[in-house]
């Protein structure tokens, strides 16, 4: 009960932002959360996500600017581009536009891994937008650790991730940014770096991630979503031991 009085109030508070101060609270709002979901380090905290999320409060924040300084401009500036008013409408379409690009360019990007097992080592290639491309074999000699997590659909389904994990580290996600570690190295500088600092400050803050340690979720690093992954684990230890 009191986690669902806790959302409802967070929801209450967000809605009061957003009515005082409109499209500003909005643009504020999901940067505060694109920081947020940034740092806790989370699945979605990748940089696919959080950049997604910075261009979707960028778009109103350039509309609402362009809008301004046609306003203070006047007729000189519309003669270039002509900002239209945000309004509340908009909302909805950037939630509808946002969301289809997102699932087409998800869909795109779980078709773009193709793995393929060898008697030696597997092999690992990515193909996303003809652009990001990347291969890689990992060695059955290297992998020190084999480990299966299928999720609860996962197991319903019958599908899940494989991770490999190799003396050199692949297969770890080892994240050593801490806000703390950041700061602590700038601090000593403050008073004889002066601005420069403080953009390197804010930098680290911006950048800063909640440490941690976990196997590597990235499909370049293991056999992602892939179907009847016990089959496959027994499949790769068996050709390891031989």
């Known amino acids: 009960m009191n986690g669902e009085a806790d959302s409802k109030e967070t929801l209450r508070l967000l809605k009061g932002i957003l009515d005082v101060l409109g499209v500003v609270g909005f643009i504020i709002i999901l940067f505060s959360l694109a920081k ?55 909302y909805l379409v950037l939630g509808f536009m946002s969301s289809g690009i997102m699932m087409i360019l998800t869909l795109h990007y779980q078709r773009s891994f193709r793995y393929a097992i060898t008697d030696r080592r597997i092999h690992i290639r990515k193909q996303f937008l003809y652009l990001d491309t990347s291969a890689h074999g990992i060695s059955f000699e290297n992998i020190e650790n084999l480990k299966v997590n ?28 801490g806000i703390g570690a950041g700061f602590g190295a700038d ?50 230890n068996e050709l390891s031991d031989n």
């Not at 409060?57 to 239209?84: C, H, K, M, T, Y």
């Not at 996962?154 to 494989?162: A, H, M, R, S, T």
């Open 187 to 236: 601090a000593g500088s403050i008073s004889s770096v002066g601005g420069r600092t403080i953009f390197r400050s804010l930098f680290v803050w911006i950048t800063a991630q909640r440490e941690r340690k976990t196997v590597d979720q990235d499909p370049e690093d293991c056999l992602f979503g892939i179907r009847s992954p016990m089959d496959i684990y027994r499949l790769i």
């Open 36 to 90: 947020i979901n940034h740092y806790l380090n989370f699945a979605t905290s990748n940089k696919w996500t959080t950049s997604w999320m910075i261009i979707n409060g960028a778009i109103p924040l350039l509309i609402v600017s362009g809008n301004i300084l046609q306003n203070i401009l006047g007729s000189n500036f519309e003669r270039f581009l002509d900002f239209p008013d945000w309004k509340e409408t908009y």
């Open 150 to 177: 299928p999720s609860l659909i996962g197991k319903i389904l019958d599908f899940g991730n494989v991770h490999m994990v190799t003396a050199s580290g692949i297969g770890l996600r080892e994240d050593k940014s």
